[in-house]
Nanobody
Protein backbone atom coordinates (compact mmCIF):
# COMPACT_ATOMS: atom_id res chain seq x y z
CA UNK A 1 0.00 0.00 0.00
CA UNK A 2 1.41 3.34 -1.05
CA UNK A 3 1.81 5.88 1.72
CA UNK A 4 3.03 9.46 1.63
CA UNK A 5 4.37 10.79 4.89
CA UNK A 6 4.88 14.53 5.19
CA UNK A 7 7.05 16.40 7.67
CA UNK A 8 7.72 20.03 8.32
CA UNK A 9 5.12 22.72 8.61
CA UNK A 10 4.17 24.85 11.56
CA UNK A 11 4.26 28.53 12.41
CA UNK A 12 6.75 30.95 10.89
CA UNK A 13 7.01 34.72 10.81
CA UNK A 14 6.64 36.67 7.58
CA UNK A 15 9.92 36.68 5.69
CA UNK A 16 10.97 33.43 7.27
CA UNK A 17 11.77 30.06 5.75
CA UNK A 18 10.46 26.56 6.10
CA UNK A 19 11.15 23.19 4.52
CA UNK A 20 8.60 20.49 3.83
CA UNK A 21 9.46 16.88 3.10
CA UNK A 22 7.35 14.05 1.76
CA UNK A 23 8.46 10.43 1.52
CA UNK A 24 6.59 7.85 -0.52
CA UNK A 25 6.72 4.20 0.54
CA UNK A 26 5.06 0.95 -0.45
CA UNK A 27 5.76 1.13 -4.15
CA UNK A 28 8.34 -0.40 -6.45
CA UNK A 29 6.95 1.42 -9.46
CA UNK A 30 8.55 4.56 -10.78
CA UNK A 31 6.98 7.82 -9.73
CA UNK A 32 6.24 10.20 -12.56
CA UNK A 33 5.73 13.53 -10.86
CA UNK A 34 5.61 14.54 -7.23
CA UNK A 35 4.72 17.84 -5.73
CA UNK A 36 2.71 20.00 -3.44
CA UNK A 37 -0.75 21.43 -3.59
CA UNK A 38 -2.02 23.87 -1.02
CA UNK A 39 -5.41 24.94 0.19
CA UNK A 40 -6.06 28.13 2.09
CA UNK A 41 -9.25 28.62 4.12
CA UNK A 42 -12.18 29.32 1.84
CA UNK A 43 -10.16 28.75 -1.31
CA UNK A 44 -9.75 25.97 -3.80
CA UNK A 45 -6.77 23.66 -3.68
CA UNK A 46 -4.04 24.90 -6.01
CA UNK A 47 -0.77 23.53 -7.29
CA UNK A 48 2.18 25.15 -5.58
CA UNK A 49 5.01 23.23 -7.20
CA UNK A 50 5.76 19.91 -8.86
CA UNK A 51 8.77 18.08 -10.17
CA UNK A 52 9.00 15.31 -12.72
CA UNK A 53 11.34 12.35 -12.50
CA UNK A 54 13.69 13.96 -15.03
CA UNK A 55 13.94 17.12 -12.98
CA UNK A 56 11.55 19.44 -14.82
CA UNK A 57 9.75 21.72 -12.39
CA UNK A 58 6.58 23.82 -12.44
CA UNK A 59 5.66 26.55 -9.99
CA UNK A 60 2.60 28.64 -9.32
CA UNK A 61 3.25 32.25 -10.29
CA UNK A 62 2.67 33.29 -6.70
CA UNK A 63 5.62 31.25 -5.41
CA UNK A 64 8.15 31.61 -8.24
CA UNK A 65 11.47 32.91 -6.99
CA UNK A 66 10.63 32.05 -3.39
CA UNK A 67 9.94 28.30 -3.36
CA UNK A 68 12.24 25.58 -4.61
CA UNK A 69 11.15 22.00 -5.14
CA UNK A 70 13.64 19.17 -5.28
CA UNK A 71 13.53 15.42 -5.31
CA UNK A 72 15.57 12.41 -4.31
CA UNK A 73 14.46 9.64 -6.64
CA UNK A 74 16.42 6.98 -4.76
CA UNK A 75 14.47 7.80 -1.61
CA UNK A 76 11.15 8.60 -3.34
CA UNK A 77 11.20 11.86 -1.42
CA UNK A 78 10.26 15.36 -2.48
CA UNK A 79 11.21 18.56 -0.70
CA UNK A 80 9.79 22.05 -0.79
CA UNK A 81 12.06 24.84 0.41
CA UNK A 82 9.98 27.92 1.09
CA UNK A 83 11.72 31.25 1.56
CA UNK A 84 10.47 34.82 2.01
CA UNK A 85 7.19 33.47 3.29
CA UNK A 86 4.15 35.70 3.24
CA UNK A 87 0.89 35.55 5.21
CA UNK A 88 -0.88 34.58 1.99
CA UNK A 89 1.21 31.39 1.91
CA UNK A 90 -0.76 30.20 4.92
CA UNK A 91 -2.50 26.97 3.92
CA UNK A 92 -2.61 23.25 4.36
CA UNK A 93 0.05 21.79 2.08
CA UNK A 94 -0.64 18.40 0.53
CA UNK A 95 2.02 16.23 -1.01
CA UNK A 96 1.10 14.03 -3.96
CA UNK A 97 2.77 11.38 -6.07
CA UNK A 98 1.69 10.25 -9.52
CA UNK A 99 2.23 6.52 -9.84
CA UNK A 100 -0.49 4.31 -11.30
CA UNK A 101 -2.88 6.59 -9.49
CA UNK A 102 -2.44 9.87 -7.72
CA UNK A 103 -1.65 9.35 -4.06
CA UNK A 104 -1.93 12.06 -1.41
CA UNK A 105 -0.35 12.83 1.90
CA UNK A 106 -2.39 13.74 4.94
CA UNK A 107 -1.59 17.45 4.69
CA UNK A 108 0.52 19.70 6.87
CA UNK A 109 -0.44 23.14 8.12
CA UNK A 110 1.81 26.07 7.29
CA UNK A 111 0.96 29.31 9.07
CA UNK A 112 2.78 32.54 8.29
CA UNK A 113 2.03 35.10 10.94
CA UNK A 114 3.72 37.52 13.31
Amino acid sequence: QVQLVESGGGLVQPGGSMRLSCAASGTKSSISDMGWYRQAPGKQRELAARIFSGGTTNYADSVKGRFTISRDNAKNTVYLQMNSLKPEDTAVYYCYAQITYVYWGQGTQVTVSS
